[in-house]
C-alpha cells in the first residue's frame, strides 16, 4: 500500500506561484508515474502534469504547458508542482496520484491507482 500526502497548498494573487509538494511512503516509489491533477467546484476531475518513474519524461495539460513544472526526488520519496503565473482559474483541489504500471507520464485518470486526499489552491484576482 502507498500513501500520498499533499502540502503546500494556500491562498495566492493572480500572478503568483506556489509550490506543491507531495510526499509518499513505501520503497517503490521511484517505479511509479506519478501524476498531479484538480477538480474545481462543479467540474470534473483534470490532469494537470504527470512524470515518468525515472524523471526524464514530463505531460502536461495546455494549460499548465508553460506555467507549471513537475518534477520528483526519488530519493526522498516526494514528487512536486511548481505552478508559477498562477489565474483564478486555476482555483481546485490539487491531488497527487501514483500510477504503478505506466511505463511512462500517463495522463489517464483511471489509470491510477493511489491518490492523495488533496491541497486547496485558491487564486484570487
Known amino acids: 500500500q502507498v500513501q500520498l500526502v499533499e502540502s503546500g497548498g494556500g491562498s495566492v494573487q493572480a500572478g503568483g506561484s506556489l509550490r506543491l509538494s507531495c510526499a509518499a511512503s513505501g520503497r517503490t516509489f521511484s517505479s511509479f508515474a506519478m501524476g498531479w491533477f484538480r477538480q474545481a467546484p462543479g467540474k470534473e476531475r483534470e490532469i494537470v502534469a504527470a512524470i515518468k518513474w525515472s524523471g526524464d519524461l514530463t505531460y502536461y495539460s495546455g494549460s499548465a504547458k508553460g506555467r507549471f513544472s513537475i518534477s520528483r526526488d526519488n530519493a526522498k520519496n516526494t514528487v512536486y508542482l511548481q505552478m508559477n503565473s498562477l489565474k483564478p482559474e486555476d482555483t481546485a483541489v490539487y491531488y497527487c496520484?501514483?500510477?504503478?504500471?505506466?511505463?511512462?507520464?500517463?495522463?489517464?485518470?483511471?489509470?491510477?491507482?493511489?491518490w492523495g486526499q488533496g491541497t486547496q489552491v485558491t487564486v484570487s484576482s
Open positions: 496520484a501514483a500510477d504503478r504500471f505506466a511505463i511512462g507520464p500517463t495522463h489517464t485518470i483511471g489509470e491510477y491507482d493511489y
